[in-house]
């Protein structure tokens, strides 16, 4: 006999998540409509535009496609998210799980401790702190010289590396968190039995474990992306998204023309591109890795 349905359980159940709801469509889905349409006009923070806002339709799309720093500034963000968050926090994170699971108690809290550090500083501390390590007579070049090398000006003239690499040491253990939880999932049987048969430790990697734990990459790749997408206050700390727009992201270019140069409108534009740009990898993640249906 079929059971019947229960209306008013399912609202019944549905009652709790409306705070939480209301709370999402206030707080986030409210900025992100209250954005969009304010990329569509020609607000200000100063002049006559502040005053008076009008809707100017694309004209800001228009004049930032237009804008020769603006192809630079979404190949230098492309760049930054590909080298430090898709290639550089993954892959590590996913090297140190698969150590710390094999690893001794003692190896496993030093590693965990040294990594996690990083992520648990404030980010406005993790930014002075790399900024101290880059700089011209910071402790890279102070270790440099001290076996007789001489160190570059990492900040002026490898901008970009420099903040890579600080991004990696930032956000690196947020990876390898997810993936030591990933990994756990594992069954140790199956991995026996192919090293048993033969199989090398890459063929175990490929064939077992990236398969089992596809579902955290997806995850872990499309949250590592959207928080690099947003990283500011590490690149404004240590280069300011220089020299000149040699390491201007997105978020720098947007910050630039809203506050340095009164352009709210505009700086609003391009902080929607950005959040299309979020998107289009978001989306690339989940069908590219979505999980086999038996």
């Not at 206030?26 to 020609?42: A, D, E, K, Q």
């Not at 963000?77 to 150590?99: I, P, Y």
């Not at 404030?122 to 900024?131: C, D, H, L, N, T």
Request: proline share 5%; net charge neutral; hydrophobic share 50%.
């Amino acid at each position: 006999m079929p059971r019947k349905r229960r209306p008013l359980r399912n609202v019944g159940r549905a009652v709790p998540l409306l705070p939480a709801l209301v709370l999402l469509v206030i707080f986030l889905l409210g900025p992100v409509i209250s954005s969009f349409y304010g990329s569509f006009t020609n607000s200000a923070l100063t002049g006559a535009s502040a005053a008076d806002q009008q809707f100017v339709g694309f004209q800001n799309y228009v004049e930032l496609f237009q804008d020769p720093d603006f192809p630079k500034s979404v190949i230098l963000t492309v760049v930054f998210l590909l080298a430090s968050a898709v290639v550089g926090q993954n892959v590590l994170g996913l090297g140190l799980a698969l150590l710390m699971r094999s690893a001794n108690k003692a190896v496993r809290a030093i590693v965990g401790t040294f990594v996690v550090a990083a992520w648990v500083l404030p980010e406005i501390v993790a930014s002075f702190a790399a900024y101290a390590f880059f700089n011209d007579e910071g402790t890279l070049n102070t270790f440099l010289a001290s076996i007789g090398i001489t160190g570059a000006n990492w900040l002026y003239t490898y901008p970009m590396l420099a903040v890579i690499l600080a991004n990696i040491w930032r956000g690196t253990a947020f990876s390898m968190l997810v993936y030591s939880a990933a990994v756990q999932e594992v069954p140790e049987e199956i991995t026996e039995s192919a090293e048993v048969d033969g199989a090398t430790g890459w063929q175990r990697l490929v064939y077992i474990t990236l398969p089992v734990i596809r579902r955290s990459i997806s995850t872990n790749l499309m949250l590592t992306t959207l928080q690099t997408l947003s990283v500011f206050t590490l690149i404004f700390v240590m280069t300011g998204g220089g020299p000149g727009t040699n390491s201007s992201t997105l978020p720098i270019l947007a910050y630039q023309e809203a506050f340095k140069f009164s352009q709210l409108g505009f700086g609003t534009a391009i902080a929607t591109i950005l959040l299309v740009v979020g998107a289009i990898f978001s989306i690339i993640y989940i069908r590219a890795l979505k999980p086999e249906v038996d």
